[in-house]
């Protein structure tokens, strides 16, 4: 692999860096339209009332909404979320097309290259964070206390 000068590094790092902000942007607009999936089905299957008022969580705030309204309230955002989403994956591949383009060997690139590359990012807060090892070894199950326990047969046994 030919060594990449520090102009293109900066663009890659760009471009990988957009593809990931599309990426997260994706999964929130997904979010949104599944709560909204599931608010409109309530309604489908009657779990809502068209006809009572109902309350919506929106930004920040509770609006109380005549049930028809509300209704349609949620379908014109979930039709503009779905707009979103499609226009958010277009970037995305294009977005995606550029960075092959400007370095078609990103997807050579082993995961453990990857995440060497992320941690050396991050800033320097590893004095105060534990460590993904000491992390493993805390998370990890300790058998240690179980070595003194001698099998009995207590409930069998009436001596």
């Known amino acids: 692999m030919a060594l990449l000068d520090r102009e293109r590094l900066c663009?890659?790092?760009?471009?990988?860096?957009?593809?990931?902000?599309?990426?997260?942007?994706?999964?929130e607009l997904d979010?949104?339209?599944?709560?909204?999936?599931?608010a409109l089905g309530a309604f489908r299957r009657g779990?809502?009332?068209?006809?009572?008022?109902?309350?919506?969580?929106?930004?920040?705030?509770f609006?109380?909404?005549?049930?028809?309204?509300?209704?349609?309230?949620l379908t014109r955002q979930q039709q503009d979320t779905e707009q979103h989403i499609a226009a958010a994956r277009n970037a995305l591949k294009v977005q995606l097309q550029d960075l092959l383009a400007e370095h078609p060997q990103v997807t050579e690139l082993p995961a453990g290259v990857s995440s060497l590359l992320l941690a050396e990012r991050r800033p320097a807060q590893a004095s105060s964070e534990p460590t993904e090892q000491a992390?493993?070894?805390?998370?990890?199950?300790?058998y240690s206390r179980f070595d003194k326990i001698v099998a009995s047969d207590s409930e069998g046994d009436s001596s």
């Open 135 to 142: 992390d493993r070894k805390r998370n990890a199950l300790d």
């Open 47 to 61: 779990e809502a009332n068209v006809g009572s008022s109902q309350w919506i969580a929106t930004q920040g705030q």
């Open 11 to 27: 663009r890659i790092e760009e471009l990988a860096n957009q593809v990931l902000q599309t990426q997260e942007k994706l999964v």
């Open 63 to 73: 609006i109380r909404l005549p049930g028809k309204t509300a209704r349609s309230w």
């Open 31 to 38: 979010r949104q339209r599944n709560g909204r999936r599931e």
